[in-house]
C-alpha cells in the first residue's frame, strides 16, 4: 500500500514562497506519473504540477514561471516550490502518484483519472 504523506503548507503574505513536500512509503524512481493538485472550498480538484519518470514537467496555466515541480528518487520525495503566491493560490494542496499498472509516460498530465494514489494534503493560505 502506497503512502504519500504532505508537509511544508502554511500561511504566507502575496509574493511570498513555500515549499512542499511529499514523502511516499516506497520507491517513486518506477512511478510513470507523479503531480500535484489542489483545491480550493467550494471548487473542484485541479492539477497544478506533473512530473514524469523521466523528470519531464509540465504545468496549469495559472501556475507557469512561479511554481516548479521536482522529485528526489533517492528520497522517495516529490517537491513542490511554489514562488510569487497570490491570495488565489490558496487551497489545499494534494499529492498524487499514477499506479503500478502504468507505465507509459504519454499518459501524463493534469487529470486525476491519472492517478490511483493520494496524500492527506497540506493547507496554502495566501493573505493579500
Known amino acids: 500500500q502506497v503512502q504519500l504523506v504532505e508537509s511544508g503548507g502554511g500561511s504566507v503574505q502575496a509574493g511570498g514562497s513555500l515549499r512542499l513536500s511529499c514523502a511516499a512509503s516506497?520507491?517513486?524512481?518506477?512511478?510513470?506519473?507523479m503531480a500535484w493538485f489542489r483545491q480550493a472550498p467550494g471548487k473542484e480538484r485541479e492539477g497544478v504540477a506533473v512530473?514524469?519518470?523521466?523528470?519531464?514537467?509540465n504545468y496549469a496555466d495559472s501556475v507557469k514561471g512561479r511554481f516548479t515541480i521536482s522529485k528526489d528518487n533517492a528520497k522517495n520525495t516529490l517537491y513542490l516550490q511554489m514562488n510569487s503566491l497570490k491570495p488565489e493560490d490558496t487551497a489545499m494542496y494534494y499529492c498524487?502518484?499514477?499506479?503500478?499498472?502504468?507505465?507509459?509516460?504519454?499518459?501524463?498530465?493534469?487529470?486525476?483519472?491519472?492517478?490511483?494514489?493520494w496524500g492527506q494534503g497540506t493547507q496554502v493560505t495566501v493573505s493579500s
Open positions: 498524487a502518484r499514477s499506479g503500478f499498472s502504468l507505465y507509459d509516460t504519454s499518459y501524463c498530465r493534469l487529470s486525476r483519472g491519472v492517478f490511483n494514489y
Open positions: 516506497g520507491y517513486i524512481g518506477t512511478a510513470a506519473c
Open positions: 512530473i514524469d519518470r523521466d523528470h519531464k514537467t
